[in-house]
Each structure stands twice: as C-alpha cells, then as structure tokens.
C-alpha cells in the first residue's frame, strides 16, 4: 500500500479494509472475532475475554514505510459507537469515516466520522435506526463531487444492494442503484479514478 507521503509497506492482515492517511501512516479496521483476535492477538484484545463479542472494535494505526505498529488509534472504549468496523476512508480534509454495526442492546448502523489526528467522534450518517428495514454497509469510498458511495451489503430484503450516493455535509442520501439489482450484496467499490492506495478519487466533479 503507498501512501499519499510515498512511503511503502507489504502488509498481511485479518482485517476488513485499511486506508492510507494524510500522515503517511496506515489506519487497518479491527473488530473482535476469531480471525481480528488472532491476528493482533499480541495487543491483547484488551475489552473482552470473549473473541465474539459483537460491541467490540478497534482502529489500528501502522506506519506506511516499515509496516511497525503505532497504536490503537480508537476504539469502542474511546468511542463507544464503535462496534465491529470493517470499511474505512479518509475525506477531503484528512477525517476518518468508518463502518459501524449497531451494538447488542440496540443502537443504529451508521457510518462512523473520527478526527483524523485525534480519532475522536465529530459526527455519524445513520443508515439505519428503529424500526425501519434495517441497512448496515460493509465498505464505503468517497467519489465524484465529495460524495460518499455506500453498498448497502444486508439486512433487509427491502434494502440489501442498494448503492446510495450521501453528502456527507447536509447527510442527505440518494439511491442510485435499488434493492434486488445484480449486485445482491455489495462490499467493495472503486472508481476508475480512484487511487487503489489511498482510496482519494481524483477525477473531479
């Protein structure tokens, strides 16, 4: 992965998707289960004994030119939101967005928006709450015009494979693709403007 200061590394992880920032550093989503657990077994998964405990998460910070680990940038413990996070990317102005499945006693399925330097919450872009079909993303990536595409990957019949297009300063969200297209449960995207390494888009409007 090259990162926007040039730097390189060759990184194998159990981990959903990671994004090069701003810094030049490496941001990998972790969440608990079997496969993250192991993986950064060495930082102890330090809030729970139980590897399937669906309300932990974690944001791990690596450095881009040696792979070295830097630190736990933030976790549900820091943002309690914070649960099983799998897509990440950076905006425009180095902030982190970051998936986010509701927790076991409730909550909503949002996207996630953390200070790029300090991983503080400033905000979230709900994509669902209460009782309306319910719609979780896996993988996001901001695209033309600063928007930000979301997959929607499950939840509802009514809902699964949509690809909804979000301005992520007035939260407004359009469908551009329905539930039941072909793409049935989409993750991953990538623009063919898009920088494979960074995830920026960079063809303009």
């Known amino acids: 992965m090259r990162g926007p200061s040039g730097g390189t590394t060759a990184l194998s992880l159990a981990v959903s998707t990671g994004a090069s920032s701003p ?3 490496i941001r990998a989503a ?3 289960g079997p496969t993250a657990c192991c993986t950064y077994r060495q930082w102890g998964c330090p809030y729970s004994s139980n590897p399937d405990e669906p309300n932990v998460g974690y944001v791990l910070r690596f450095n881009a030119a040696t792979g070295a680990f830097v630190d736990q940038f933030a976790s549900n413990q820091t943002v309690p939101e914070l649960h099983r996070p799998e897509g990440l990317v950076f905006d425009k102005d180095g902030n982190l967005w970051v998936t986010s499945f509701r927790g076991v006693s409730g909550g909503s399925d949002q996207i996630l928006k953390l200070s790029g330097k300090t991983g503080a919450r400033l905000d979230s872009l709900v994509l669902w709450a ?3 079909p319910r719609a979780y993303a896996k993988a996001i990536l901001f695209g033309p015009g600063n928007k930000l595409y979301i997959p929607i990957s499950s939840g509802d019949p009514t809902t699964a494979g949509q690809l909804r297009r979000c301005d992520v300063a007035t939260k407004a969200c359009a469908i551009i693709a329905p539930a039941g297209n072909p793409l049935q449960i989409p993750d991953y995207l990538i623009f063919k403007n898009s ?6 888009y960079g063809g303009g409007e």
């Open 130 to 132: 209460g009782t309306a």
């Open 195 to 200: 920088d494979p390494a960074t995830l920026d």
């Open 30 to 32: 972790s969440c608990s």
């Open 23 to 25: 810094d030049g550093s």
